[in-house]
Nanobody
Framework: QVQVVESGGGLVQPGGSLRLSCAAS????????MGWYRQAPGKERELVAG???????NYADSVKCRFTISRDNAKNTVYLQMNGVKPEDTAVYYC???????????????WGQGTLVTASA
């Protein structure tokens, strides 16, 4: 069994910074892509940023140049550095990881429980 657990959410003032972390644990053989999604009240869940095992990244247009995704493969951890936070960034942020649990078979997409980020004065 594998899981991912987010941390680092909370209240941040507009223009401020916050760093989210997400650690994967359990029976892990390898981790492929990892990413962050968010869901604001009354809106659909959307991709914020993704990163491959090789470090290739992609971002939603709304967060480009403000957010940075990175990962530490030795720690099975992905990060989201949020700078210049805006009120519209308020949402529950979810971590995902595409994990292979053995040397054969398919991968599984694991979701975290989410961490709330509130950007407000």
């Amino acid at each position: 069994q594998v899981q991912v657990v987010e941390s680092g959410g909370g209240l941040v003032q507009p223009g401020g910074s916050l760093r989210l972390s997400c650690a994967a644990s359990g029976s892990i053989f390898s981790i492929y892509a990892m990413g962050w999604y968010r869901q604001a009240p009354g809106k659909e869940r959307e991709l914020v940023a993704g990163i491959t095992s090789a470090g290739t990244t992609n971002y939603a247009d709304s967060v480009k140049c403000r957010f940075t995704i990175s990962r530490d493969n030795a720690k099975n951890t992905v990060y989201l550095q949020m700078n210049g936070v805006k009120p519209e960034d308020t949402a529950v942020y979810y971590c995902t990881a595409n994990i292979r649990t053995s040397g054969y078979g398919s991968t599984i997409l694991v979701w975290g429980q989410g961490t709330l980020v509130t950007a407000s004065a």
